[in-house]
């Protein structure tokens, strides 16, 4: 298998700089994770997102076991998200009436507490390809981040968004704008930022 700096001088032009950058994080990891500090991560679609996604998966394995680390893509959080803001509130009344409903209803509680322990207990939480097309998400997102920034816990975000493009989405599933200020601030305060 090929090392950090084959991978950096094979990626494309554009993608050196930032797994360079990426590189220089992990190898003062130790440090970066006490002090809880992240990445976020935009203008990352589709093989970008991929070729981050690897690296930084590569660069993890050094670290285990001594660091816990989640790496999830958007669509299993966006998932996560409806089962626990819209799925099981809405079948927790019903539950009861019906024993094969509640077997179900357990067991889909219990693999949504295990999936959030996961998301706010690990050293290290990784987001790929970030892009909320649901009040819920944003919601779930808002409250990952504030469990995790409480804890001082690092994450890192990759959107294939820019910025304003970001924000719109948010505002669009959010028309408060609630959301995407206390997210934004949070990585912000703790994290790297990379386009």
């Known amino acids: 298998m090929a090392d950090s700096t084959e991978i950096i001088e094979q990626a494309p032009l554009q993608d050196r700089d930032l797994l360079q950058r990426l ?12 002090q809880g500090q992240g990445w976020f991560i935009f203008n990352a679609p589709g093989p970008r997102s991929g070729r981050i996604a ?18 999830m893509p958007w669509r299993d959080f966006a998932l996560n998200a409806y089962v626990n803001e819209v799925g099981l509130p809405t079948l927790a009344p019903v539950a009861g009436e019906n024993q094969k409903l509640r077997r179900e209803y357990e067991l889909a509680t219990h693999v949504a507490n295990n999936t959030w322990a996961n998301m706010i ?19 779930w997102l808002d409250r990952t981040l504030a469990g995790r920034c409480d804890l001082r816990l ?3 975000l990759v959107t294939p ?15 408060s704008r609630t959301y995407w200020s206390r997210i934004f601030q949070r990585m912000y305060d703790t994290s790297l930022v990379a386009l």
């Open 54 to 71: 690897s690296f930084i998966q590569y660069r993890l394995a050094d670290y285990q076991p001594s660091i816990t680390s989640y790496v």
């Open 121 to 139: 207990s690990t050293d290290l939480l990784v987001l790929i390809g970030l892009k909320p097309t649901r009040y819920h998400e944003a919601e």
């Open 154 to 156: 690092a994450t890192i």
């Open 161 to 175: 968004d820019m910025p304003h493009v970001l924000q719109a989405e948010f505002e669009t599933v959010d028309p």
């Open 23 to 34: 590189s220089t994080y992990f190898d003062g990891f130790d440090a970066r994770l006490r």
